[in-house]
Nanobody
Framework: QVQVAESGGGLVQPGGSLRLSCTGS????????MGWFRQAPGKQRELVAS???????NYKDSVKGRFTISRDNAKNTVYLQMNSLKPEDTAVYYC?????????WGQGTQVTVSA
């Protein structure tokens, strides 16, 4: 049973921006650190950014200074603002608790960075 829904992906030119949203279970969002993950073709899924319930954040080195994760617990929503996008950011982006909860993966949202 899918309990999370990601949105906001699309096709963008290098240097462009996108804002991803993830909405899910109130219980999960209220007690877990949440993360944005991505999986590029032929590669393993990787953690891109995470945010604790106290809004402490961590980022993968390659996205530091370009991506910003935030959360609105009242709306059970986590956001990922992505600026200065690069072709290597192309992937399907997912959100989940961090560490991930089994069975909590959504369908993801495709981000394609291309000229």
């Amino acid at each position: 049973q899918v309990q999370v829904a990601e949105s906001g992906g699309g096709l963008v030119q290098p240097g462009g921006s996108l804002r991803l949203s993830c909405t899910g279970s109130r219980i999960i969002f209220s007690i877990y650190t949440m993360g944005w993950f991505r999986q590029a073709p032929g590669k393993q899924r990787e953690l891109v950014a995470s945010i604790t319930t106290l809004r402490n954040t961590n980022y993968k080195d390659s996205v530091k200074g370009r991506f910003t994760i935030s959360r609105d617990n009242a709306k059970n929503t986590v956001y990922l603002q992505m600026n200065s996008l690069k072709p290597e950011d192309t992937a399907v982006y997912y959100c989940n608790a961090n560490p991930p909860l089994y069975g909590y993966w959504g369908q993801g949202t495709q981000v394609t960075v291309s000229a």
